[in-house]
């Protein structure tokens, strides 16, 4: 056996019995040709291996409020001895990058290993390529081999660890790992196992042969070449069970293919939620993997015209019904039809009829009472009879200038600017109760105002600057405004500051329910907490009333015995 070594990685081998490899040292015919050597001077280019072996983050760059390090922990290495993590000095609220360099002269791929320990879906290690994010990781995973393709140009690599505002995981660290980036090699385009020029070849010939054995590029027997036969497929449709084939150009009539048969009376189970049984393909069944529908510029639209509804079914309720009969989506229902008796209803408010339409609900059927929640803190609650709202205030919608006859115009935006502190207008209730149980409170003592305050009011009489008519949506008069009796909430905080509200307890982050004791842009009066003011004030007074009738019996008495004695 002899070896001729032609280039670094081609070698050609010849036996003794007239045996040929190309490629091989072990040809089992007269010439054998294994494509895994490149002729053509195509191939593949590694432009960087690192594995951080030199523990040194070179040539790659970190930056951020802590910046990345080498490491040995064994736990944290994909291989070798070392790997690139974040440090557990990253705070919350704090990010650390690492960043990498490279220019690909025709197409590439960048493949690294990753791991993290972090706090779920809130600490994040995302990978970006030119600025745009590819991969978001968090949570405890090991380390897994990733990949992703690169177009001819300079780009940057960045890999970023974002920690949020609370709370940590696992080690709270990231880490990655062999870090290998090719391109393809120009000159080839691509690794071909086998080259023959003879002047005839062209896209979509074939390699035959004369009778004497000669071979020669030549169109197929169905057409080819230049301008005949590009193999395109020109017909490809499915109509009911009957498959229809052709390619362009290549002098064959469309071919038909009866599948009818297929089904043969069995059941053939597909993945994510296909089945097909009995020759028909229909949605239904068990996903057996993540699934995803990616729309793009699509709309993804559920056709309600018929009678059909849309459900989501959950472990002991209908989660959300869509009622396409009803026009009315209903959430929490524990089963049946969805409660639409107040649809079409009509009501009057001042003159004007107007007709209720009911397109949502929640009711989940338990005797406790059905909610919503909003955000982390807000809720609604419906107890039978009452319904509840918790989360510190109830804001009315209002502005001074809002008009919802501009929702959705420029105007609506212009004119909301808030003046008030979210008064509501008008509120009706009949018995309106305040919870007073002496269970409830503690550090109860006499009252110290009384008389002397109510003395020092000043009662007031006003108009509010701008009054609107919320039904007919207009400004009100000022001829017909509706003047308003009061205090002003400036004068009553140099009296009794208690009945004035000037802050309140603002919520400043959902997540960790932050709250901030912030002063309103407008100060409102508590007129109930005057109440017990004005009570001790009548009580004083009525201790003075009765000395003075007591003084006034005595005077009496003293001008009787007066009058009796000069008679």
Known sequence: MKKILILPLLFITYFSTAQVG????????????????????????????????????????????????TTTNAAEINSGSFSARTRSSLDDSESSTLQYITTITTTGT?????????????????????GVSQQVWSG?????????????????????????????????????DDVLITETSAGGGGSYTFRLEDGQEQAGYVLTSDANGNGTWQASSGGGGAGTDDQTIDVFSLSGSTLSLSLEGDGVATQTVDLSG???????????????????????????????????????????????????????????????????VSFGDSGGTPNTAL?????????????????????????????????????????????????????????????????????????????????????????????????TKENINSLQYGLTEILKLKPVSFDYKKQIDRQRRYNVPNHLRRQKLGFVAQDLLGVIPEVVKTHDWKVTDEKSKTVEYKENNRYGVMYSDIVPVTVKAIQEQQVQIEELKSEISELKLLVKTFTQEKK
């Open 22 to 69: 190309i490629g091989t040292t072990t040809p089992d015919a007269t010439l054998h040709i294994v494509g895994t050597t490149v002729l053509s001077g195509g191939g593949t280019t590694t432009l960087l291996n690192d594995g951080f072996e030199d523990s040194s983050l070179a040539p790659f760059t970190t930056s951020g409020d802590v910046t990345w390090q």
């Open 110 to 130: 960048v493949e690294f290993a990753v791991t993290t320990s972090t706090e779920a879906t809130w600490d994040t290690l995302t990978f970006f390529i030119d």
């Open 140 to 176: 405890i995973n090991a380390y897994t081999t990733v990949s992703y393709p690169l177009t001819t140009g300079t780009h940057t690599l960045t890999w970023t660890y974002d920690k949020d505002g609370t709370s940590d995981g696992g080690n709270d660290r990231v880490a990655i």
């Open 262 to 328: 297929l089904g043969g009376g069995g059941s053939y189970s597909f993945e994510n939620g296909i089945n097909e049984s009995g020759g028909t393909v229909k949605l239904g069944g068990v996903l057996t993997g993540r699934t995803t529908i990616d729309l793009s510029t699509n709309d993804l639209i559920i056709d309600g015209t018929s009678s059909g509804d849309f459900e989501i079914e959950g472990n002991a309720k209908r989660m959300m019904t869509a009622t396409s009969s009803l026009d009315f």
């Open 343 to 439: 649809d079409n209803q009509t009501y009057s408010i001042a003159g004007t009829s107007y007709t209720l339409d009911v397109v949502l609900g929640y009711y989940s059927g338990n005797t406790g009472g059905s909610g919503f929640k909003m955000g982390s803190i807000e809720y609604m609650l419906d107890g039978g009879a009452e319904l509840f709202m918790d989360g510190g205030a109830a804001i009315s919608p209002f502005y001074d200038t809002f008009d919802f006859a501009d929702l959705g115009t420029t105007d609506a935006i212009v004119n909301s600017t808030r003046t008030t502190t979210g008064e509501w207008e008008d509120i009706y209730v009949q018995n309106a109760v305040t919870v007073s149980d002496k269970r």
